[in-house]
């Protein structure tokens, strides 16, 4: 079955240590994408990737890093310099990248706790 | 750029009809997606609008009048299963591949 995956489910860190959340599709999409998600808020575009090698920053990026070494994994890692980083994190995709017609497939989503 | 505007929450019998409002601006309308979530799940999709009218599937519609930047999802036959948050999400600019997300609204059904 295809689908996106991401792990772990919850992730518990202590203050100051870095966290690297993976994200794995195989739907063979081009674009991956990596949200935030606060209680009462949106989705928060934190990165996103076109293709292998190549990345953005989206609207909330201070404190995270990715890499898109492989089309099929773009691994998120939230740093210590992130200031609030207990969220929710979604990891999505999508195949077209030229058409308006772009439906995200989301992740399970891991749900971190900074202690 | 983008903004986009949904009620918070609401509040609806099983059985019943609820619409849920969305409206929007942007630069260079590329369609509107609407979403669903159940808490602590992905996001689903639900349908996409890029004409003016309403697109009919199943239990749920989609409406969409560009001229007036409004959209608004229709969910008939209410079932217990229909409490999730809703998300109105349009591209973000002419040509984007990347997607503007509303802040959602959150549906309660109460029998």
């Known amino acids: 079955d295809g689908g996106i995956t991401q792990s772990p489910k919850y992730l518990f860190r202590k203050e100051g240590q870095n966290v690297t959340l993976s994200c794995e599709q195989n739907l063979n999409h081009d674009a991956m994408y990596w949200y935030r998600q606060d209680p009462g808020q949106g989705l928060r575009l934190i990165y996103y990737?076109?293709?292998?090698?190549?990345?953005q920053k989206g609207d909330i990026a201070e404190g995270y890093s990715v890499s898109r070494e492989k089309k099929e994994s773009f691994p998120l890692t939230v740093t210590s310099a992130q200031k609030n980083p207990t969220a929710f994190y979604l990891c999505a995709s999508s195949a077209e990248t030229w058409s308006s017609y772009n439906e995200q497939f989301f992740g399970p989503g891991t749900r971190l706790t900074v202690l | 750029g983008q903004n986009i505007d949904q009620p918070t929450e609401m509040t609806a019998t099983e059985g019943a009809i609820v619409q849920i409002n969305c409206t929007y601006q942007t630069s260079g309308f590329n369609g509107l997606f609407w979403y669903q979530q159940h808490a602590g799940e992905a996001p689903t999709f639900l349908s996409y609008n890029v004409l003016d009218g309403l697109e009919e599937k199943g239990r749920f519609s989609s409406f969409l009048s560009r001229s007036k930047g409004y959209s608004y999802l229709l969910l008939k036959e209410l079932q217990m299963k229909d409490s999730a948050s809703y998300l109105c999400a349009v591209p973000s600019g002419a040509g984007s591949y990347q997607l503007t997300f509303g802040k959602g609204t959150k549906l309660s059904v109460i029998p």
């Open positions: 990737s076109q293709i292998v090698n190549d990345f």
